[in-house]
């Protein structure tokens, strides 16, 4: 679960009382195991969540799978546990490029959905909404009802007030594109992801971790982070004008660091082009760059660092001089040959 989606539903939890449980990650997968998620469920479970384009892979949850296994579940136990989803990417794009997938009201235990129509819905950013199978699903006392406008009007929002330009930004763009739009959009979107990915895998140096089905991303880790690491990929992209956010994975994951493009329908695949050009001109820097020169704080002021193969320990301070140093031979290069 992306952090910042976390605490939402942490602030969610704490106002609601109720406890978030999270299933923990099995080794080597990045998504919730459905398994796992379903041994967790018990009578005081509300509901389970999947998210359909985890933010950190763009992976899709099988939900599916989830919503099969609990099934059987309730049926054993005579409990009602229903499903919500998660669709804050997947939502504008399971239903164009894998209309088969099923992960929504087709399947009876999902009850709710939400979609941010500022991600693949193509608008502006400050709108998402969530939809619910029925009526009777969302329940009353959980809305408001207004009259001082004139009329009757239900809301059920965590903001009250709010501009409704999104709302017909996100209309128009549902007219003026329709199914067709979206789709060749969509697709166009995964087009280029590929060429990313496929020119990432092609300088040899990356691990792919985001999957070909699921949102157009591509999320990629060095298959050798003990010299330079992704935080430094993503430092020295912003002098290229690129701003590719690197990150630790979540609980039980946390060892691996990825860097994450996320396609967007403006990305062209002249960008994408450029984009590689531009990591591998990243690439060939560091690799100019002295071994370890991000050498991991232990906590002490002692640091390990490489010496022609041999491990020696440097004070916090050495490391730091080193780095300075190594960072000023390159910008003097860099000058020397006029390239600045
Ligand atoms: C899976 C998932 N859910 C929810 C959100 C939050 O959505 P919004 O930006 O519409 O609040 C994100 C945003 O990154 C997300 O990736």
Redesign the pocket.
């Known amino acids: 679960?992306?952090p910042?989606?976390l605490v939402?539903w942490e602030k969610f939890a704490r106002y609601f009382e109720v406890e978030l449980k999270e299933v923990k990650l099995t080794e080597g997968y990045y998504v919730m195991d459905p398994v796992k998620a379903v041994e967790m469920v018990d009578e005081n479970t509300i509901c389970v969540a999947a998210?359909l384009?985890?933010?950190l892979n763009g992976e899709f949850e099988d939900v599916k799978l989830l919503n099969d296994l609990l099934v059987e579940k309730n049926k054993q136990t005579g409990w009602d546990t229903p499903i919500h989803v998660?669709a804050?990417?997947g939502g504008f794009i399971a239903p164009f490029l894998y209309p088969e997938l099923e992960w929504d009201f087709r399947l009876p235990l999902v009850k709710s959905i939400?979609v941010?129509g500022?991600?693949y819905g193509l608008v502006y950013a400050g709108i998402?909404w969530c939809i619910w199978r029925s009526k009777e699903d969302l329940p009353d006392e959980l809305i408001f009802h207004i009259n001082y406008l004139g009329a009757d009007q239900p809301t059920f929002t965590l903001n009250f007030s709010k501009g409704s330009s999104q709302v017909i930004a996100q209309y128009y763009q549902l007219i003026r594109l329709g199914f067709e739009g979206y789709k060749n959009v969509m697709e166009n979107c995964r087009e280029n992801a590929m060429v990313l990915k496929e020119g990432l895998e092609k300088t040899g140096r990356f691990n792919i971790v985001s999957k070909d089905k699921g949102v157009p991303l591509v999320a990629f880790s060095l298959k050798d982070s003990s010299i330079h690491t992704e935080f430094e990929i993503s430092d020295i992209l912003r002098r290229f004008g690129w701003i590719v956010p690197a990150y630790t994975m979540p609980p039980d994951a946390q060892h691996i660091t990825v860097l994450r493009v996320v396609i967007r329908e403006d990305f062209s695949r002249t960008l994408a082009e450029r984009l590689i050009n531009d990591i591998k001109k990243v690439l060939h820097e560091l690799d100019t760059l002295p071994s370890r020169v991000t050498a991991k704080l232990t906590g002490s002021e002692e640091m390990t660092s490489e010496n022609n193969g041999k491990t020696v320990k440097k004070t916090t301070i050495e490391v730091q001089r080193e780095i300075t140093a190594a960072w000023k031979k390159i910008l003097l290069d860099k000058k020397t040959n006029g390239v600045c």
Request: charged share 10%; net charge neutral; glycine share 12%.
């Open positions: 679960m992306s910042n989606f939402c998210i384009g985890s933010t998660d804050a990417s939400n941010s500022h991600k998402g």
